[in-house]
Structure formats: structure tokens, C-alpha cells
């Protein structure tokens, strides 16, 4: 945006700024920020637009941020065309409103034609200076009309779960010894499994809008650049079932894939409840089935059940025989491995301890979150569309219980971090099929929109898994700050952006650009004798290395070849992920 942008006034010390704006003063939970322009009063900018489409609107959000202005005053909102009005709105900027109208208000104008759209704010107070000033989404919309259908075993409704934090090898249909999924298990049994699937990063925002968009983080851009906004030009599939007269529902417990993200784009229905467990919303969610009727529709589940800080329901405990010591620290098992790493505590075996404790919770979680899955499945059943409904279900990540020195996730590209569950289920999927070879959890994307009979949108991958077993020549995934960690001696570096690339049997994970500079990151393994990569190989294989680093290389190109213009992370944004474990406090480890 900044490069169409152009400042006709502003004042001299305070120039406009395209970032993430929040009304009001201070933080309050129904004022999320949006992405927009930044300003003070008198501030004048233009931006040239090409003519629309017949019906096009304008819609924009007109706000004030308060902090630091304690006067009294108004705030005139403008936006003309070519010279003539569009809209005004004036808002009072006074430092006492009452918090109920410290919010955003919503616009849509009429955009008959391009030109040159003019934005300005002056203010009109007791103070010098006026309030920050924002002129938030700021979007050309185009209206549609899609008929509603009736869904079908041969044009059936989608519901795609995204259970966060999910690794496979902790799912019963994957191997483990302790039955943590009945739910999963039938559906696996019942429909198709891929038994090697990866997500594209080891944390929820790329990871989540791989799926969404069928895109890897080279070509949708967040994890690889500095944004965590889903950018309105790419084709996501809320917005593409919407299109073809789907009723359209999200339901997300991740605080991460919200409004403030676009995360909420192409949704009719929206819902987020942050870190609520699964029995907290499993009513809206049942409520909105049973209320959706015999229209077609798109329903999108994101529980966080088994993310930190791990906390499974007495039931969930019962069932999978979890008990909780009465010694257990009252502190987050990255709290205590972080000291452990500090040099704040010395005993190995009770750090174990506590690691195993939390891994067992971990589990009840997710049978937590399976039980929730039947719920679901059975309000299905009972508003009639147990059999014409087709079901995916995926994790944006998995989670390390120091099985490579770490706990947690963010940290690092082995397979407790980027092998996720991929599962398919009902009309056009067949029973009990498993796809061996690696593939990419993103062409849930694809194959969902083949099941639902829907064009694929102009440069998508056309894979669809439930026909083609091998999409492409090895899979790959990356990570925003990848980190060693050596649980023995207690050595944990930063290392920079992460990559990884599975060729078959071979995995390669590698920080070309590795901080402090100069140090070697390029681990090799051979996943067929070495499964859990304890061995590193890349000396005795210099050729595959080699080939593999340029297999990445073509692989970042081509998706940096069709990137969009992207919003820079916001501060809020980097402070939740701080708060959560994705970050630190920015040292130099971090």
C-alpha cells in the first residue's frame, strides 16, 4: 500500500503509517485492531484506483485512538473522488466518551469508478495537537448473489477441523499405544488416511493459512515475511464456498486466527473464543447445525484442546489414567525446561518428570478434543446430514516434548513438529484407503474443492489426494526462528529461519542464513533407518545435500514469484505470540 500511497499534508514530525489500528485507550476485548492507515490531524492522502467492477462499494472503518490525548474536540472523516464528496462523518474525540462508542464506525459508499480517492482527518478541539486518527480496512468489495443448494452425496457440505497442536504419532490410528482417538480412529478407518502428511510450519498462523489457501508460506508470505494478515487477494476457502452459495461458519478457540488477522474473511458466521475448551463451545457449534437446515455449507472447526498450558478435563485425565502429582511445579512446562536451560535447576530426572507428566495430559487433551469431534458428528446425524457432508481433519502443527531438546512448538522442523494427522471422510472418499508417500497437509485445500465439485481458483495446485497418491517431488515446511536445543548440555542457540525439505526416506533440515553467521546448520536423515533423526548424515551424502538446498531454493523463488503486497506484524501480534511461547523477549538467543 505504501507504494500507491500519496501524502498531500500531513504534519511535519508525524507522517501517515500503513499498520494494524485499535480505537479507544488502552486494550479492550470487543476493539480489535484493524489494518488501515494511521494518522494525525490535518493529514491529507491519495491513492489512485483503477474502475472497479459494476456494484462495487467502498467500505472502510473510521476510528480514534486516544492514548496520550486528553482533550476535548471533534474529528472530521473525508473521502472524496476525483473531487467530489464520497463520505464525512464527524466523530467527537473527546477524552471522557464512554467506552461503548470508543469503537469503530462502519461505512459503505457507492464506488461507481476509479480516480483518485482522497482521505483526510482534521480536528477541531481544546488541544494543539489532536488524537491519532484511523481509516481502518479501507477495501473495494464487489456484491454477489449465489443460490443457496441443497447438499447431496454427489454435492455435499464440507467441515474441516484443524485441531491445533496436533502431532500424528500421538493418535491411535498413527501408531500410539494409548487410545486417544476412537473418533479419529473410525473416520480413518472409514475414509482415507495420509500416513506421512506434513504441515508447512511448525506454528499455528503459516500452518493454518497453508490450509486455508492451498498455499505454501513462500507463496502466501506470512512466516516467511514479517506479517501475521491474511491478505484479502488470496483465494481462501470460506470465501470460494461462500462464492458458490455455501452457508459459510468458523468456530476457533486459537486467539491467533481471528478478525484482526483476516482469518474471518469469506465467513458469514464467525465465532472466536480465545483458549476456551471444546466443552465451552460445543453448544454454538451444535446450535448452528441444527439451525443451518438444508442449505449447503462450508463449517471450519479450530479447537486448542491439546495446546499448552495442557489442561484436559477431570473425564478426559479418567480416561486415559492421568494423575496429577501433588509436587507438580505451578509453572508451564516451557517455564521449567527454560530454567532448566538457565541454569535455574539442576535435576535432570525431575525435569523429565514434569516433561512426562505434561506429555500424558497432553494426550487427555486430545482424547478431550476426539469426544468433542463426536458431538459434532452426531449433531450431523441429527439434522440429516450425516451422509452428505464430506470431513477433513488436520493440525496447523504438532508439539515437542523434548524429543529433540525442546518443548512446545516454533522451535524446530523435526517430525513431532510438522507431521500432522490428514484424514478424509464421506462422499467420493473410499473406505480405507492410505496414502504412504509424503504430501502436504495444504492440499486438504485442493482436495476439498474437488469433493465439493468447485473449479479450483486461476494458479492453485490442482492435487487432489483422494486420486493422485504422489503430488509432487518431496514436501516442505519452515519455521520463523528455528532453534537448537542439546537437553543434556544445556545448550539452546537461535539459529534463524528454519527449513525443511522430506524427499522420500530422506529429510533434510537446514538455516542457510544462520545467526551468529558462520555457523553450519544442515542436518541430513534417512527416515527409513533412522525414523527419529538422531543421526545426522549430511557428511557422508554431500550431492543430496546439495540437491535438496536447491530443491529449497527453487521452492522459496517460486512462491516469492506470485507473493502479495503484506501487512507488517502488528505489536499486538508480537506480543500475544510472546505470551504463548512463539517468541522471546528478543535477545539474542531468541
Known amino acids: 500500500m505504501h507504494d500507491r500511497m500519496r501524502v498531500l499534508e500531513a504534519p511535519d514530525d508525524v507522517q501517515p503509517q500503513v499498520r494494524h489500528v485499535r480505537t479507544g485507550d488502552g486494550d479492550v476485548a470487543d476493539r480489535e485492531p484493524l489494518p488501515g492507515l494511521l494518522m494525525r490531524p490535518p493529514t491529507r492522502v491519495a491513492f489512485d484506483l483503477e474502475d472497479p467492477p459494476p456494484g462495487a462499494l467502498l467500505q472502510v472503518a473510521l476510528g480514534i485512538r486516544r492514548n496520550g490525548y486528553r482533550g476535548q474536540g471533534q474529528v472530521t472523516f473525508r473521502g472524496e473522488r476525483d473531487g467530489e464528496v464520497m463520505f464525512e462523518r464527524v466523530l467527537d474525540s473527546s477524552q471522557d466518551l464512554p467506552e461503548a462508542q ?67 504419532d500421538r493418535l491411535s490410528c498413527y501408531g500410539h499405544v494409548r487410545a486417544t482417538s476412537p473418533t479419529l480412529d473410525r473416520l480413518a478407518a472409514e475414509g482415507l488416511r495420509c500416513e506421512r502428511a506434513y504441515s508447512s510450519s511448525s506454528w499455528t498462523i503459516p500452518g493454518t493459512a497453508s490450509v486455508l489457501t492451498g498455499l505454501s508460506p513462500p507463496a502466501h ?74 442449505s449447503r455449507f462450508f463449517l471450519y472447526l479450530h479447537p486448542t484442546d491439546p495446546h499448552a498450558p495442557y489442561r484436559a478435563s477431570p ?47 497432553y494426550d487427555a487433551e486430545i482424547d478431550l478434543c476426539d469426544a468433542m469431534l463426536a458431538r459434532v458428528l452426531d449433531a450431523l446425524e441429527a439434522a440429516g446430514h450425516g451422509d452428505d457432508t464430506v470431513v477433513c481433519v488436520t493440525a496447523d502443527h504438532g508439539e515437542e516434548f523434548l524429543d529433540h531438546g525442546l518443548v512446545g512448538h516454533f522451535n524446530q522442523l523435526y517430525s513431532e513438529s510438522i507431521h500432522v494427522p490428514l484424514l478424509f471422510w464421506g462422499p467420493g472418499v473410499t473406505a480405507g484407503g492410505v496414502i504412504e508417500e509424503p504430501v502436504e497437509n495444504r492440499h486438504a485445500f485442493s482436495t476439498l474443492l474437488a469433493l465439493a465439485d468447485l473449479a479450483l481458483p486461476e494458479g492453485a495446485d490442482p492435487v487432489d489426494l483422494t486420486r493422485v497418491r504422489a503430488p509432487r517431488s518431496g514436501v516442505f515446511a519452515t519455521a520463523k526462528k528455528g ?108
Open 102 to 168: 470508543q469503537r469503530w464506525h462502519f461505512l459503505e459508499v457507492p464506488l461507481p469508478s476509479g480516480g483518485e480517492l482522497v482521505f483526510s482527518a482534521t480536528y477541531a478541539g481544546t488541544e494543539t495537537r489532536g488524537p491519532y486518527v484511523g481509516f481502518g480496512r479501507l477495501r473495494v468489495a464487489v456484491p454477489f448473489e449465489a443460490p443457496r443448494q441443497r447438499p447431496s452425496q454427489d454435492n455435499p457440505n464440507v467441515m474441516l477441523v484443524v485441531i491445533d497442536t496436533l502431532r500424528a
Open 221 to 294: 508470505g506470512l512466516g516467511v515475511e514479517d506479517s501475521n494478515y491474511l491478505p484479502d487477494s488470496l483465494e481462501t476457502l470460506p470465501r470460494l464456498f461462500a462464492q458458490a452459495g455455501f452457508v459459510t461458519a468458523g468456530f476457533t478457540t486459537n486467539p491467533l486466527i481471528d478478525g484482526s488477522r483476516n482469518f474471518d474473511q469469506g465467513f458469514g458466521h464467525f465465532v472466536n473464543e480465545p483458549w476456551a475448551p471444546t466443552p465451552d463451545v460445543i453448544d454454538q457449534i451444535e446450535a448452528w447445525i441444527a439451525a443451518v437446515g438444508d
Open 315 to 361: 473425564e478426559a485425565l479418567a480416561r486415559q489414567g492421568v494423575v496429577t502429582p501433588d509436587d507438580l511445579p505451578n509453572e508451564l512446562l516451557r517455564t521449567t525446561v527454560d530454567r532448566w536451560y538457565a541454569g535455574g535447576i539442576e535435576d535432570r530426572a525431575e525435569v523429565e518428570r514434569i516433561n512426562r507428566h505434561y506429555s500424558d495430559v
Open 483 to 590: 532453534r537448537l536445543g542439546t537437553f543434556a548440555t544445556k545448550e539452546s542457540v537461535g539459529l534463524g529461519q528454519m527449513f525443511t525439505m522430506v524427499d522420500g526416506n530422506w529429510q533434510l533440515i537446514t538455516c542457510p542464513q544462520t545467526e551468529p553467521p558462520g555457523r553450519e546448520f544442515a542436518y541430513l536423515f534417512d527416515l527409513e533407518t533412522d525414523p527419529e533423526c538422531r543421526s545426522n548424515v549430511a557428511g557422508q551424502h554431500v550431492e543430496r545435500v546439495q540437491s535438496m538446498h536447491q530443491s529449497i531454493e527453487a521452492w522459496l523463488l517460486e512462491g516469492a514469484q506470485t507473493r502479495p503486497d503484506l501487512m507488517p506484524a502488528t505489536q499486538e501480534t508480537i506480543e500475544l505470540m510472546q505470551g504463548i511461547g512463539y517468541l522471546g523477549d528478543g535477545s539474542e538467543d531468541d
